[in-house]
């Protein structure tokens, strides 16, 4: 049975950074296209960041140059750095892992931002 729990969230105020943790069971980090999507109020789940099992990373153009995705295998934990942060960035994010598409999700985990 895949897992996929999500941690790290917080308030934190404008320019500030935070980083979150996605602790997986199930499968192997390595082997999976693994991301970040988040979702803010009143708007539709929108993609972050991946990492592809190749170690190819893409990023929305939002957060590029502030975000940062990694993982560690050892751990089968995927992490997304989080800097610069700005109030727009508040949303509940969830990792995801899948193959040719994202078919696990964790419950997610809040990130506020204040002005």
């Known amino acids: 049975q895949v897992q996929l729990v999500e941690s790290g969230g917080g308030l934190v105020q404008a320019g500030g950074s935070l980083r979150l943790s996605c602790a997986t069971s199930g499968l192997t980090v390595s082997s999976y296209t693994m991301g970040w999507f988040r979702q803010a109020p009143g708007k539709e789940r929108e993609f972050v960041a991946l990492v592809r099992w190749s170690d190819d990373t893409k990023y929305a153009d939002s957060v590029k140059g502030r975000f940062t995705i990694s993982r560690d295998n050892a751990k089968n934990t995927v992490y997304l750095r989080m800097n610069s942060l700005e109030p727009e960035d508040t949303a509940v994010y969830y990792c995801?892992?899948?193959?040719?598409?994202?078919?696990?999700w964790g419950q997610g985990t809040q990130v506020t931002v204040s002005s």
């Open positions: 995801a892992a899948g193959l040719a598409t994202f078919d696990y």
